[in-house]
């Protein structure tokens, strides 16, 4: 028992945290300029279950097709992208129950089939929207 | 003009707040940052005027097409066969799994449609075509 007796000097514990901010702001600053922001963005659509295919009438549908060379055929009438939603609106003026259904040649780029889809999609009306290909060889999907 | 003799007042400004401050801030970036898990393919993705924020980054799982018509899912080279297989197995972990579709501008719409069809085989229905948002001018 060495300290009976013995005045303890009582030291002052200090933790030094001046330079405690330092650090933080150094990780944030690693944190910061590391950090990409995964943006992600884009369109969404819900697809159908297979099987469950609604079969619907012909007249019933908003037919627009992609040819190969990126050209857009609203019904049979070549349209240009911006002509697309005032057409699709008045289409479901008439009736709004109708399927707006975007026909792609399967050797179409992509970027016109998006380029329709965006331009089908500004409709806020136009809720059902179907997606569906054209084989090279046994025409029609 | 007589000048008063001025009393200085004693200027500090208070730093001991400054690390919870700091502390707060790299918690807030260390819990929003959602580490990228692939490289993926490099693509040039098209760009749509309605082009939406998807808010849940974690439950992304994306998709890669080149425009060589190269498929990519977790940085592996793969068919649309493999796409169904691959999904089938995120949706049973994580049954609210979003596919994004990363396809470049340039590629032919029969490889989409092929991995669209693989989705749809595999029940992942809710899937997003990564777009971009228009350049101005």
């Known amino acids: 028992m060495p300290i009976i007796g013995k005045r303890e000097r009582v030291e002052e514990v200090e933790i030094p945290t001046a330079s405690m901010a330092d650090i933080a702001f150094l990780l944030i600053i690693f944190f910061m300029t590391t950090t990409v922001f995964a943006r992600d963005k884009g369109l969404k659509l819900v697809l159908p279950e297979k099987g469950q295919e609604v079969k619907v009438a012909s007249k019933k549908l908003i037919k627009i097709a992609v040819n190969p060379a990126g050209e857009i055929y609203f019904g049979d009438e070549l349209v240009q992208p911006n002509q697309i939603p005032e057409r699709v609106k008045r289409k479901l003026q008439e009736d709004p129950k109708m399927v707006v259904l975007i026909r792609t040649h399967e050797n179409a780029p992509y970027e016109r089939m998006i380029e329709v889809l965006d331009q089908v999609k500004s409709v806020p009306e136009a809720k059902r929207i179907s997606l569906s290909i054209i084989r090279a060889e046994t025409q029609g999907g | ?137």
């Open chain 2, 1 to 137: 003009m007589r000048i008063k003799a001025k009393r200085k007042p004693k200027a500090t400004i208070p730093t001991a707040s400054m690390s919870d401050i700091a502390f707060l801030l790299i918690i807030f970036f260390m819990l929003t940052t959602v580490f990228r898990k692939e490289t993926g393919l490099k693509v040039v993705l098209p760009q749509a005027r309605m082009t939406e924020r998807i808010r849940k980054s974690r439950d992304i799982a994306n998709i890669y097409i080149d425009k060589d018509e190269r498929i990519s899912v977790d940085d592996k080279l793969v068919t649309p066969e493999h796409v169904k297989m691959a999904f089938k197995i995120k949706l049973k972990e994580n049954p609210s799994v979003l596919a994004q579709l990363k396809a470049d501008k340039r590629v032919r719409y029969g490889v989409v449609n092929d991995v669209l069809d693989a989705l749809r085989d595999a029940r992942a229905f809710r899937i997003i075509f990564a777009t971009e948002y228009p350049r101005k001018g």
